[in-house]
């Protein structure tokens, strides 16, 4: 075990993080790495990370390294070679006077915040660092983030790994078959109720989804409300946001960049568009994705949209563009 990595992970006293941290160093995220930590958190709150480096130095770890927790991001990010950007404010909560009810209206909260991160990773990171943006709004976040760190070496990312594992989910459920069966799940577009999870194209057991679920009717009044919704559905069950499946997905996120991609599969995550299926260039949009053997993440190109699709995916971009122009004084 001679190799090793090292991870940066913000918000590390929240919810998602309490789940995500331990995995990190369970020997299969990373598999024979040594991992090493750098927990960060807001000055408020940062001490109370010592109780959880206690936890996991308790927790017998063989594949864990080095951990350190602080509240300087700079100091964090040296040589990283991942970042998992988990630290923001989540919806639910009243911010000057109004309820938060949905994750675009997170931007002006959480937006100020990729900036100066951004610019620490671009700076500090190693230069094939990837960094994955779960904080909402995700994609948002990311645009900012990348667009500061003017670093085109490292890959930036937005979480829609836990929208394409709901996705799977339902899709096993009405075909009843497992989850596993289930594959090439694409979320295009934005990690909101714009998103569009492209059923026709999943692939189920070995056939094309649309040759086995031949139900529009389902699709549009069950299937994409459902995906599309499910994060408020969580927070109205639970009283607070999805964290252990988030977690589950930034993990999921972290070994589909670290292997190759199966052959004929493919995997979500947003990054910026080079103009791929028309997205106008620089969005951080969400694509089907495939790690090639040399370790590269690229877009997966060859797959065909129906006028359905095309016309679902659009309302997304539009998305996409708004929360753009809606940021602009943030980017360079
Ligand atoms: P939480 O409130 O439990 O934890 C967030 C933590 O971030 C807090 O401890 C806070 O102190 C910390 N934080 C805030 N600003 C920070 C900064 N500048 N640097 C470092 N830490 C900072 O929230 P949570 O449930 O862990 O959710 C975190 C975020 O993830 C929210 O924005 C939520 O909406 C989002 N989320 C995204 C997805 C997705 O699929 N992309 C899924 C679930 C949740
Ligand atoms: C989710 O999808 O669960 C997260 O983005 C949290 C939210 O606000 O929905």
């Not at 620089?282 to 040399?294: A, H, K, M, N, S």
Request: with cysteine; net charge negative.
């Amino acid at each position: 075990m001679n190799e090793r990595v090292k991870v940066v992970v913000t918000g590390a006293a929240g919810q998602i993080a309490y789940s995500l941290i331990p995995r990190l160093v369970d020997g299969k995220t990373f598999g024979n790495k040594k991992v090493d930590l750098c927990l960060v958190e807001i000055p408020q709150v940062v001490d109370k990370l010592e109780g959880l480096v206690m936890e996991l130095e308790d927790s017998y770890f063989p594949h864990m390294g080095e951990v350190t927790y602080t509240d300087d991001f700079e100091k964090a990010s040296l040589e990283a070679d991942w970042f998992l950007l988990v630290g923001s404010i989540p919806r639910g909560i009243v911010y000057e006077g109004k309820k938060i009810e949905e994750r675009s209206d997170l931007l002006k909260i959480n937006g100020g915040i990729f900036v100066k991160q951004g610019e620490a990773i671009g700076k500090f990171g190693k230069k094939n660092a990837k960094v994955l943006v779960v904080g909402n709004p995700a994609n948002t976040n990311a645009l900012i983030g990348k667009n500061s760190a003017n670093n085109d070496s490292q890959l930036w990312m937005a979480m829609t790994m836990l929208d394409s594992s709901r996705a799977k989910s339902v899709i096993a459920k009405k075909t009843n078959n497992d989850v596993s069966d289930v594959k090439h799940m694409i979320i295009w577009g934005n990690h909101s109720p714009t998103m569009y999870p492209d059923i026709e194209n999943s692939i189920i057991g070995s056939q094309k989804g649309n040759a086995v679920i031949d139900d529009s009717k389902w699709i549009e009044d069950s299937f994409l409300p459902l995906v599309q919704q499910r994060g408020k559905a969580v927070i109205d069950a639970r009283g607070a946001s999805s964290a252990t499946s988030a977690a589950k997905a930034a993990l999921d996120t972290v070994i589909a960049c670290e292997n190759p991609t199966e052959q004929g599969d493919c995997f979500s995550a947003a990054i910026a568009s080079d103009g791929s299926y028309g997205v106008p260039e620089g969005l951080i949009c969400g694509y089907p994705l495939v790690t090639l053997e040399d370790g590269s993440v690229e877009i997966k190109r060859d797959v065909v949209l129906s006028d359905f699709a095309k016309a679902k995916f659009q309302v997304s971009i539009d998305e996409l563009n708004s929360e753009r122009e809606a940021v602009k004084h943030l980017l360079k």
